[in-house]
């Protein structure tokens, strides 16, 4: 241990990568999509109707690969299956094996019951192995009766209804894990929880609003201008609480002035200024605001609204992407003396990299277009 190490603590290597930041950003658009569905099957938002298959499968694939990043992130990634093999009910890391555990099996469940009907008009009317395929997918059932359908919809409803406390411990339980380290002033607030769920919430609304369009323009079909508008209205007041409680906390650190805020702002001055100040605040977070005033009301041109709202929901995706870096990559940054800052290298290649980050988001788009070629979206 050399003597600049010894008087300020660092991290020879900020333990936590990219992967970590990639990690709660696949939640948080796990969790919104589905609360996104539930709004339809549990509330009757019919004009949410048109994107109400889409979300829970986007749902179900991202949630798929949610646990990619941090097996990337593993040394030994086969120790993942000792939070199976001997769990512990007391551990906040254990705890989301549980909690993933339950959302998919929850999840997969709706999804099925959803297609179910699909599925079996499919095995009808298919030939050769594709029959086959969809016959097993169906469970054998070849007819669905008005009572058997009536069933479906009750209990899509009631997994709906359990889902959604899931999905919302799911997306706010990382905020949880961060806000219970009481030594990282960045980090430890009560408002972290909260301030992840609403972020999922928008991120999954944003995620929605750029399928949607994605999908009809690849189809060559106008999108529907009221889910649209729907979704404008949810993204704009998500968007509105998240940042009010991210700039509350921020004045709360300012006004209580305590020994580690200047520490807290020469990170977001210095460091962060450009992800922070820039990217998260400005780009992702005014611009959208403003953008999606006109989209809020009725009057305005169903083509501009959609344009409108593709873009304010870009770049929120951006913006709460901008969110999980700041808040991992920042808390990082500075020593465990609060006297001085450390460097976070980025690297391209490698487990941990860019380009492997880049591979893992791609992997739930793939996931949903083979979706899409087995039922339609």
Request: glycine share 8%; proline share 5%; hydrophobic share 55%.
């Amino acid at each position: 241990m050399n003597g600049p190490s010894f008087i300020f603590p660092n991290d020879a290597h900020p333990p936590w990568s990219i992967m970590i930041v990639l990690y709660p950003y696949i939640t948080g658009v796990v969790g919104g999509t589905f609360v996104v569905a539930s709004l339809y099957h549990v509330f009757h938002r019919d004009t949410l109707k048109p994107v109400s298959r889409l979300a829970l499968v986007t749902s179900l694939c991202f949630g798929a690969f949610a646990a990619v990043p941090l097996l990337l992130h593993l040394k030994h990634p086969e120790r993942c299956f000792q939070v199976m093999i001997t769990p512990s009910v007391t551990s906040a890391i254990a705890g989301f094996g549980f909690i993933y555990g339950t959302y998919m099996l929850v999840l997969i469940t709706e999804v099925w019951l959803v297609y179910r009907e699909s599925i079996v008009e499919q095995a009808n009317c298919r030939r050769g192995m594709s029959r086959s395929f969809y016959r097993i997918m169906a469970l054998g059932v070849t007819e669905i009766t008005p009572r058997a359908r009536a069933v479906d919809q009750w209990l899509i409803r009631v997994l709906a209804i359990i889902g959604i406390p899931i999905a919302c411990v799911l997306t706010g339980y990382v905020g949880f894990m961060f806000g219970s380290i009481k030594a990282n002033p960045w980090w430890s607030t009560s408002l972290m929880p909260v301030i992840f769920l609403l972020s999922a919430i928008l991120s999954g609304s944003a995620a929605l609003v750029v399928l949607h369009l994605f999908i009809s323009w690849w189809r060559g079909e106008s999108p529907d201008a009221d889910c649209v508008r729907e979704l404008s209205r949810y993204l704009w007041i998500f968007l509105l609480l998240t940042v009010s409680l991210e700039g509350l906390e921020l004045l709360q650190m300012a006004y209580e002035a305590g020994g580690e805020w200047h520490v807290v702002s020469a990170l977001l001055t210095k460091h962060l200024a450009v992800s922070y100040g820039l990217v998260q605040v400005v780009i992702g977070s005014v611009v959208p605001l403003f953008l999606l005033l006109p989209s809020l009301h009725a009057r305005t041109c169903p083509r501009m609204m959609t344009r409108l709202s593709g873009l304010s929901s870009v770049l929120v995706l951006v913006q709460v992407f901008s969110m999980r870096w700041n808040i991992v990559v920042g808390g990082q940054l500075f020593s465990k003396s609060f006297r001085g800052f450390v460097e976070f290298p980025v690297h391209w290649a490698g487990r941990e990299g860019l380009i492997a980050a880049t591979a893992v988001l791609a992997l739930p788009l793939l996931a949903i277009w083979i979706v899409s070629k087995i039922v339609s979206l």
